[in-house]
């Protein structure tokens, strides 16, 4: 069974950092590219950052490039969210998804985490 299974949320003040982390299991995760969507309140799902395989192309949401960055230890089946300078608009929940290609498209995830909630006070 493909677990997706994020962590590290938690309630931190503006300007903090944190760092989630997403580990998978139940099959080998080569050719599929990994990252974050998040979901804030009353808002639909977004895409905030994205990995391939190897790690040579990442991509990230204008709102988050320069305070966010994405990395991914395949040995270990983990993907990273280092948040940085975190903005109470970055309040949401975080959800880890897993798709085959170079990069995440919404109608191309095969697999999704429970999610994560990360809070920003001001």
């Known amino acids: 069974q493909v677990q997706l299974v994020e962590s590290g949320g938690r309630l931190v003040q503006a300007g903090g950092s944190l760092r989630l982390s997403c580990a998978a299991s139940?099959?080998?995760?080569?050719?599929?590219?990994m990252g974050w969507f998040r979901q804030a309140p009353g808002k639909e799902r977004e895409f905030v950052s994205s990995i391939s395989w190897r790690g040579y192309t990442t991509q990230y949401v204008d709102a988050v490039k320069g305070r966010f960055t994405i990395s991914r230890d395949n040995a270990q089946n983990t993907v990273y969210l280092q948040m940085n300078s975190l903005k109470p608009e970055d309040t949401a929940v975080y959800y880890c998804?897993?798709?085959?290609?170079?990069?995440?498209?919404?109608?191309?995830?095969?697999?999704w985490g429970k999610g994560t909630l990360v809070t920003v006070s001001s």
């Open positions: 998804a897993a798709g085959r290609g170079t990069v995440l498209v919404p109608d191309g995830i095969n697999y």
């Open positions: 139940g099959r080998t995760f080569s050719g599929y590219a």
